[in-house]
């Protein structure tokens, strides 16, 4: 189960998993101008902070403890995803500070929520009802993209940027934890090998996890600019191996791709080398030497890229449809992606990304670029 949990890494803020396609162009039912915006608060600033930092604690404690949520998130299903998001909108309303956030903020969080819930409700029979479920997803997409442009503009706050750090961070600080060989011992104990003992000891890893998140948001990074820039090089070849090797080679054990490491910070590359002596995935301690080195968890260079990859989706998604040979649709990317059969909206899917995929491969990833 610990396992299964773990793989919860790979998970980024919720919404670009569940994109196909770009948002129709509509008008949002509140939107403010910029000039009409008023600067936030400094309690207004750190309201957002915990409301955020609640929502990422809510949703991912909901995943960690419940092993059926988690295993259909990392098999993508739409369902899953769906029931995900909505516990994270519920998060948002369920943080004691929701209510000293700016009223505009508080009443788009309602909606969104209200999206959240509907979708959720209509993703098992989405097929029957594709004009509906577009048009909930469109709404809920506004509401984001008003979020990030209310924050920005009244408070410079990446709304986008602090749900995924919070979400990263929370999954880093509960896996730490839980990799800490005290721990570790506890669970090879016989004392431990119920369930119930089990769920007491994940209960502690997010509690940890949720006081950490408070206390150790910010990380200041602690190399020069030039290792910096030699981490995220190597993350992002590392991830777009990771992404093309589960594509060409489905079902296949991941492993630790071979990119030379020539560049790292030596501490680093020792750490990397023992990964791969273990033959294991990334472990905590290599997540906690790039925190500490970029400023950001290994888990936050992952998502960040992986709601790239989704963001950009639709600009290859042509190119796919011509060479899987698919028929003309409906102009909306959503309602034509459910006419599909489910073969191949996963092929068409899987084909848009190893486009873009190789494209970063050959031309750099445009964040990095």
Not at 236 to 264: V, W
Not at 285 to 311: V, Y
Not at 318 to 345: F, H, K, T, V, W
Request: aromatic letters at 6%; one cysteine or more.
């Amino acid at each position: 189960m610990l396992t299964t949990l773990a793989a919860l890494y790979a998970l980024a803020w919720p919404i670009p998993a569940i994109t196909t396609g770009q948002p129709q162009p509509a008008a949002l039912p509140t939107i403010v101008g910029t000039a009409a915006i008023e600067p936030m608060t400094e309690s207004q600033k750190q309201a957002i902070k915990t409301v955020m930092q609640d929502a990422a604690a809510a949703s991912q404690q909901a995943a960690f403890l419940d092993t059926e949520l988690c295993n259909d998130i990392l098999a993508e299903q739409i369902p899953a995803l769906l029931r995900f998001l909505n516990i994270y909108c519920q998060g948002y309303l369920n943080s004691p500070a929701f209510s000293q956030l700016p009223a505009p903020l508080r009443t788009s969080i309602e909606r969104m929520t209200a999206h959240a819930a509907r979708l959720r409700d209509i993703a098992p029979t989405r097929e029957q009802h594709p004009k509906q479920y577009a048009e909930l997803y469109h709404a809920l997409m506004q509401e984001k993209d008003f979020q990030q442009q209310y924050c920005q503009t009244a408070a410079s706050i990446d709304w986008n940027r602090e749900n995924t750090r919070n979400t990263s961070l929370f999954r880093f600080y509960y896996v730490e934890y839980l990799s800490r060989p005290e721990i570790r011992r506890l669970l090879a104990s016989k004392a431990y090998r119920t369930k119930e003992k089990q769920k007491k000891l994940l209960n502690r890893a997010l509690r940890n996890a949720r006081f950490r998140l408070r206390n150790e948001h910010d990380t200041p990074a602690q190399s020069t600019p030039e290792e910096q820039a030699a981490i995220i090089r190597y993350i992002g070849q590392a991830y777009i191996a990771k992404e093309l090797a589960r594509l060409e080679a489905p079902g296949k054990p991941e492993e630790q791709p071979d990119i030379d490491t020539s560049g790292l910070p030596q501490d680093l590359r020792n750490q990397l080398e023992n990964d791969q002596t273990e033959q294991q995935g990334y472990s905590s301690k290599t997540s906690r030497l790039i925190l500490e080195k970029t400023g950001m968890c290994m888990e936050e260079h992952m998502a960040l890229l992986k709601t790239q990859l989704f963001d950009l989706q639709p600009t290859r998604e042509a190119e796919a449809r011509r060479l899987l040979n698919l028929p003309d649709g409906d102009p909306d990317a959503i309602i034509y992606r459910l006419s599909l059969s489910e073969e191949q909206r996963k092929k068409l899917r899987n084909e848009t990304s190893r486009l873009l995929l190789q494209d970063w491969r050959q031309n750099g990833i445009p964040s990095h670029r």
